[in-house]
């Protein structure tokens, strides 16, 4: 039971490229989120997912973009990546609205240079 | 706004003696708390959780949390602290959207 996979797990990036960070579940959660972590900070919500089909902003999601085709998959998209960018992000998951707690993947530590 | 501040940024104890961060939440409601643990470089790992059952909330690796509704805390305690204790740890309050409010979180040094 791999849980929540997050690849890839480092990479840099030039101001202006773009990538995409994927996120995977197998343990067939309804919910799904972004976070993004800056040094010596809790960890902020990019988006989330209730469902496959449907998606929302969280707290800080201008130049990203996601999408939810399947329940077990969430990527995320950096478009125009800029330095403020640079961060680790989290994808995690939870059974129906989390309160029994969410299950976070080991991270993408992103620099954009 | 609901918010979390985690009272010490970071927190020093020799092994062996016990281990006190400290969790404020603010809330008007009972809410959802947990505590997360994060080793270098990983993932952050549940630690436990307190969702309106008994007050005192044990977990994993012998640590244990105290919700006291008047003070608005939700310290998190440990007897003994072991080397592999040494982590940042992550007071996480749920909001009423059933979202999670970080608090910035302290980091925990283990002395030989």
């Known amino acids: 039971n791999a849980g929540v996979t997050q690849t890839p797990k480092f990479r840099i990036l030039k101001i202006g490229q773009s990538m995409t960070l994927q996120c995977t579940q197998d343990m067939n959660h309804n919910y799904m989120y972004w976070y993004r972590q800056d040094p010596g900070m809790g960890l902020k919500l990019i988006y989330y997912?209730?469902?496959?089909?449907?998606?929302d902003k969280g707290e800080v999601p201008n130049g990203y973009n996601v999408s939810r085709s399947t329940t077990e998959d969430f990527p995320l998209r950096l478009e125009l990546a800029a330095p403020s960018q640079t961060s680790v992000y989290f994808c995690?998951?939870?059974?129906?609205?989390?309160?029994?707690?969410?299950?976070f993947g080991s991270g993408t530590r992103l620099t954009v240079v | 706004a609901q918010s979390v501040t985690q009272l010490d940024s970071h927190v020093s104890v020799s092994e062996g003696t016990p281990v006190l961060l400290r969790c404020n939440y603010s809330s008007s409601y009972s809410p959802s708390l947990f505590w997360y643990v994060q080793h270098p470089n990983k993932g952050l790992q549940l630690l436990l959780k307190y969702t309106s059952a008994a007050t005192l909330v044990k977990g994993i690796n012998g640590f244990e949390a105290e919700f006291k509704k008047s003070e608005t805390s939700f310290h998190l305690t440990k007897p003994s602290a072991h080397m592999s204790d040494a982590a940042e740890y992550f007071c996480v309050q749920m909001d009423s959207s059933y979202k999670l409010i970080f608090g910035s979180g302290t980091r925990l040094l283990v002395r030989p």
């Open positions: 995690a998951s939870s059974y129906s609205k989390g309160r029994e707690g969410y299950t």
């Open positions: 997912s209730v469902g496959a089909g449907i998606t």
